[in-house]
Structure formats: structure tokens, C-alpha cells
């Protein structure tokens, strides 16, 4: 069962954003798919400023870099998997360790990657039509996740 939220405006956006960084709780896995410039590292942009993160850092896509910590209310791991070959060198990020420290894991591209590193994840995939429609489906593979889930459409005054 997915969740889908409109995104007519980057403002929906930052609002997503938003209900997310209310819910979330160390140890997260937010998984972020969607084709490139489909809102992914935007969105995170969001996250992190909701969670607190000082507006004068830069949160980039770690395209080169894989991977940004950001330090908020919560520890961020802000990875882009786009990339990385197989779960080798996956393994090399040490994400799943800042994962088990408490840090959320915000990863892009990284929907091959959600059983390595450590499954339970919230996927959220931002899709743009042909018309130009913005939108983005969520969806939960866990118990914790399904909580999140749940979380996040009450903040958005959405029925779960
Ligand atoms: N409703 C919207 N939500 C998010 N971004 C939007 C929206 N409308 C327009 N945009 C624009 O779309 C772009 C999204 O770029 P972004 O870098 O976040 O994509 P990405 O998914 O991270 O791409 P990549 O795969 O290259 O990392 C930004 O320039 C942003 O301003
Ligand atoms: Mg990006």
C-alpha cells in the first residue's frame, strides 16, 4: 500500500519534509528514489533545515563525496548511491554502523540498498510526469517504517 502526496510546489515539498523530520527517530532508514532532478536531494535539503540543521550549511548531493553528515536534533547520513557497484563497496560507507549509532540514514538512489543496509525502510520516490506533475509515493517495508508512514500522513492531515 503506497501513500502518494501531490507535489504542485516545492512548498509541498518542504511540508513533506516537514511531517517527516516530526516522525522520525534515530536509526531511521529513508530510502529516496526517483529519476535524476526528480526533488531528492531538495527534499533532503528540507529535512535536515526541519531537523534543524543551520541554514548556513550546504547540503549538496554527496554525488562524488557518497556521503554528508549533518548534525541536527538528530545525526544525518546523507548518502547518494548512484554510483556505488554492489554491496561491497556499500558496505565500505559504513552506513549501516551510523545507522545502528542512532544517525538517520537518508539515502539516494539507494532502493537496491534497502535490505544491506539493514531493511525497515521508508521508500520515498519522487516522480514527475510528462505534464510536469510532481508527486511523490511512500511506502514502508517494516513495522517501524509503517509507524513512520502512519506519522507522516497524520502530519500531513492525511488518513493513514
Ligand atoms: N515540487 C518540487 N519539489 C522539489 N523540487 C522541485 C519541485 N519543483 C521544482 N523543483 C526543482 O527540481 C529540482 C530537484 O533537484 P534535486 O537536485 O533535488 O534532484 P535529485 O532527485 O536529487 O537529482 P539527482 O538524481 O541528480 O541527485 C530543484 O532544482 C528544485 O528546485
Ligand atoms: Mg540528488
Sequence with gaps: MATIVPLPTRRATIRLARAVAAALLPGDLLILAGDLGAGKTFFTRALCR??????????????????????????????????????????????????GEGAVLVVEWGAPYAAALGGDALSVTFEVRADGTRRARIEADGARSATLLAAVSKGLGMSA
Design 50 to 99: 526541519a531537523l534543524g540543521v543551520p541554514s548556513a550549511e550546504p547540503i549538496t548531493s554527496p554525488t562524488f563525496t557518497l556521503v554528508h553528515e549533518h548534525a541536527g536534533k538528530l545525526p544525518i547520513a546523507h548518502a547518494d548511491l548512484y554510483r556505488i557497484a554492489d554491496e561491497d563497496e556499500l558496505a565500505h560507507l559504513g552506513l549501516r554502523d551510523r545507522r
